[in-house]
């Protein structure tokens, strides 16, 4: 919610992110389990959460409201259509 405020739109990414953190707190206990003693739990939390996590949203999230802002709201629409007189000019180039 906090991140879809500011876009004015509403998209799962944030919310995905979080449902994907599930299965990889699972990870983390196995391995610590399996490998006791080693920081392994720590650099997944960092790499998932911090390098990758997050600013993966802010991508998505950034990615969606450029197309929307250039599309209307359309943006599926629209980049259907652009795929397939895209594919209409490579046939007539053949």
């Known amino acids: ?17 979080m449902m994907g953190q599930v299965p990889l707190a699972w990870i983390t206990k196995y391995l610590t389990k399996k490998l006791p003693g080693t920081s392994l ?8 959460f911090c ?17 929307q ?9 629209t980049m259907l259509q652009n795929l397939l007189s895209k594919e209409d000019v490579a046939s007539e180039e053949l």
């Open 1 to 17: 919610v906090i991140i879809s405020l500011p876009f004015h739109m509403i998209r799962p990414w944030a919310y995905l992110g």
């Open 41 to 48: 739990g720590n650099v997944i939390f960092w790499l998932s």
């Open 51 to 67: 390098v990758v996590g997050q600013p993966m949203a802010i991508l998505l999230y950034t990615i969606d409201y450029q197309f």
């Open 69 to 77: 802002k250039e599309t209307d709201g359309n943006h599926v629409l």
